[in-house]
């Protein structure tokens, strides 16, 4: 895994990252994207949990992100510092060579603001000329899945990605409804209890994994290049 990351195109990562802000991708773990030798990315169920509220290995801040920081074992509600019902209170680090995986560590600023490269600039260009309305009509889009999509695109190209990110993570998905089409809308609120929906300390880019001995266990482990703390 180290080895293929190592590959990675950035401007594919930055191509997912804006991707999966804007579709609002609720479920991008380490087993929903494909990493290929020649250091393609692919993404997989990219409209599971879409529309919804953005969860991306990509995604600062976000509860897979801070899966992957921690582990399940030492998951804890950023609020109250509970440990979640199937942790354990024990850090892992297995998982740690994902951490490059942010999209910080593919731009030369460890931000984008409204810097996209060129294929994301002209999407964001394009979508912005669609309206509301065309975005109902042209994807079948139903009025609760359409109206933030359309805010995130106008927010993104207009404010960066930064503040879209960050509004996107105040906002909670609050109460659920089947429209007449099956289609299920939500409706946003700002504080939510479920814990996959809290938004977590964005923590310092990990942008290179190595292994090394820890200092006190002697034990070998995967460590960040330059060292980041948890605390």
């Known amino acids: 895994l180290s080895r293929l990351i190592q590959q990675l195109n950035s401007s594919q990562v930055l191509i997912a990252a804006v991707f999966d802000l804007l579709i609002a991708q609720g479920d991008r773990h380490g087993e929903n994207l494909h990493l290929t030798?020649?250091?393609?990315l692919h993404l997989i169920d990219n409209f599971d949990k879409s529309f919804f509220y953005p969860n991306s290995i990509f995604l600062p801040g976000s509860?897979?992100?801070?899966?992957?920081y921690v582990g399940n074992d030492g998951l804890r509600h950023p609020l109250t510092g509970q440990l979640a019902p199937w942790s354990k209170g024990k850090l892992r680090r297995e998982n740690w060579p994902l951490l490059t995986l942010d999209y910080r560590c593919h731009t030369p600023r460890k931000m984008l603001a409204t810097s996209y490269p060129p294929a994301i600039a002209k999407c964001l260009?394009?979508?912005?000329?669609?309206s509301?309305?065309?975005?109902?009509?042209?994807y079948?889009?139903?009025?609760?899945v359409a109206k933030p999509f359309h805010r995130r695109i106008h927010m993104a190209a207009t404010r960066g990605f930064?503040?879209?990110l960050k509004a996107m993570m105040t906002l909670k998905p609050g109460k659920s409804t089947t429209n007449k089409d099956g289609v299920q809308e939500h409706e946003f609120v700002r504080?939510?209890?479920?814990?996959e929906w809290q938004t977590f300390p964005i923590r310092p880019?990990?942008?290179?994994?190595h292994w090394a001995q820890n200092a006190v266990t002697r034990v070998s482990e995967i460590q960040c290049d330059p060292p980041i703390s948890l605390a």
């Open 132 to 138: 509301l309305e065309q975005l109902q009509s042209r």
């Open 191 to 195: 504080s939510v209890t479920h814990f």
């Open 125 to 130: 260009s394009g979508l912005r000329r669609v």
């Open 37 to 40: 030798e020649d250091g393609n």
């Open 140 to 144: 079948s889009m139903p009025l609760g």
């Open 205 to 209: 880019p990990c942008c290179k994994v």
């Open 162 to 164: 930064e503040s879209t």
């Open 63 to 68: 509860y897979v992100q801070e899966r992957v």
